[in-house]
């Protein structure tokens, strides 16, 4: 469920109530396999695999495979910009990792899943959703000394977007 508040006014809506695309099955089915030469270099295709929609990106010898969907509102990220190792959301730019799947830019603040990739006689074959493991710090990098308190000026998605990132720290 999302939770939307205005005013003092709290409503839920369902996903399904969205009518988010994360439900349809569209393109190739990427569990059989694609060619090669389907995917060229800095490019993207969605697809599935195993009932779920799956985008595949290729950055020069490397190949991902994530959810279709941005984890904000759904946007089909087959529709966004591929940059580097990460792919950025048609609609309010959140950026994933392609590599870990992890939101490294608001407004998202959940990962998006990531599946094994292989290659096998000339194609592209997606193969089982990998587990999600999030370090301990999301960066990666060791801690660092941090204030006792840090005051969020500001409840809009940015201060939301801050105190969630800075959680992640």
């Not at 709290?10 to 694609?34: F, H, Q, W, Y």
Request: aromatic content about 4%; some cysteine.
């Amino acid at each position: 469920q999302i939770h939307f508040v205005s005013g003092g006014d709290v409503a839920v809506v369902r996903r399904e109530e969205m009518n988010m695309e994360s439900s349809e099955l569209t393109g190739p089915d990427l569990g059989a396999g694609i060619g090669e030469t389907e995917l060229a270099d800095g490019s993207m295709i969605q697809g599935h695999a195993a009932g779920e929609p799956v985008l595949v990106a290729r950055t020069g010898d490397e190949i991902f495979a994530v959810a279709a969907n941005c984890a904000h509102y759904g946007g089909p990220l087959a529709e966004g910009l591929l940059v580097g190792t990460t792919v950025r959301c048609p609609w309010h730019h959140a950026c994933f990792d392609l590599r870990t799947g992890a939101a490294v830019r608001a407004p998202a603040l959940n990962d998006i899943a990531c599946w094994s990739v292989e290659r096998r006689g000339g194609r592209i074959v997606v193969g089982e959703k990998k587990a999600s493991p999030r370090p301990a710090s999301a960066s990666g990098k060791p801690p660092r000394l941090q204030p006792a308190s840090i005051a969020i000026v500001g409840a809009g998605a940015a201060g939301n977007a801050a105190a969630e990132m800075l959680r992640r720290e």
